[in-house]
């Protein structure tokens, strides 16, 4: 079936530095893609969707200048975390759409990142 | 309004034994799809099960059936013969409209243990 990869899995940072999450779809095109977060036993939140080859549309509350997303491709959406603070330790998941008449969502396994 | 809501924070299930999830919804859109994924501690979601607002008959994935009350906006999980390797987060989303493209709405999920 359809996987979406994502890596790191886990990244630990210094404040102020940014990290750049990559989320591949393995075998399919994935024209939009969608960032989640989620703190500890809570549920995702959306935080933006990504567009191949256009601008990502985040959600309300959402920091684009924090939270960059690039959509290069249709197999490769990256979110770059700038300037990491403590407050965005987070676990953060993409998934991506399977095209075809499957409604399916595939996730990535997700990152968790700490920032000191 | 909260647009999905699992009102079971945590629930227990005696291993072998049948396990319904709830799971209710709001939405004025006539076509929607709902989800049910699973999270185990390593964080990667698992798709289980997806209906329709149009399907009549409700889904069924080997021990996975999901309860659609249309009139009453619910879409329970029941889970048959729980495993130990069922314990997980699960979560229920919604995906409003006809656009597969658009993003999935997750409840709060309920934390399910499966006792030995």
């Known amino acids: 079936g359809a996987v979406v990869s994502q890596h790191p899995s886990r990244v630990i940072c210094k404040s102020g530095t940014s990290v750049k999450i990559e989320c591949r779809s393995l075998?399919?095109?994935?024209?939009?893609m969608f960032w989640y977060r989620q703190f500890p036993k809570q549920s995702l939140m959306l935080m933006a969707t990504?567009?191949?080859?256009?601008?990502?549309?985040?959600e309300q509350g959402v920091e684009k200048d924090k939270f960059l997303i690039n959509h290069a491709s249709l197999t490769l959406s990256t979110l770059t975390v700038t300037s990491a603070h403590p407050e965005d330790s987070s676990f953060y998941i993409c998934?991506?759409?399977?095209?075809?008449?499957?409604?399916?969502?595939?996730f990535g396994s997700g990152t968790q990142l700490s920032v000191l | 309004a909260q647009k999905i809501t699992q009102t079971q924070p945590g629930m227990f299930v005696q291993e072998k034994e049948a396990v319904t999830l709830d799971c209710t919804y709001d939405t004025s859109d006539q076509s929607y799809g709902l989800f049910w994924y699973k999270q185990p501690s390593s964080g990667e979601m698992i798709f289980l099960i997806y209906?329709?607002?149009?399907?009549?008959q409700n889904a069924t994935e080997g021990r996975y059936s999901l309860n659609f009350q249309k009139a009453r906006k619910s879409a329970n999980l029941v889970i048959s013969a729980s495993q130990l390797g069922d314990s997980a987060m699960y979560f229920c989303?919604?995906?409003?409209?006809?656009?597969?493209?658009?993003?999935?709405?997750f409840g709060s999920g309920t934390q399910l243990t499966v006792l030995p």
């Open positions: 075998d399919f095109q994935a024209t939009t």
């Open positions: 990504s567009n191949e080859g256009s601008k990502a549309t985040y």
């Open positions: 998934s991506a759409r399977s095209p075809g008449a499957n409604e399916k969502l595939f």
């Open positions: 989303a919604m995906r409003e409209g006809p656009s597969s493209a658009r993003q999935l709405t």
């Open positions: 209906q329709g607002s149009y399907d009549e």
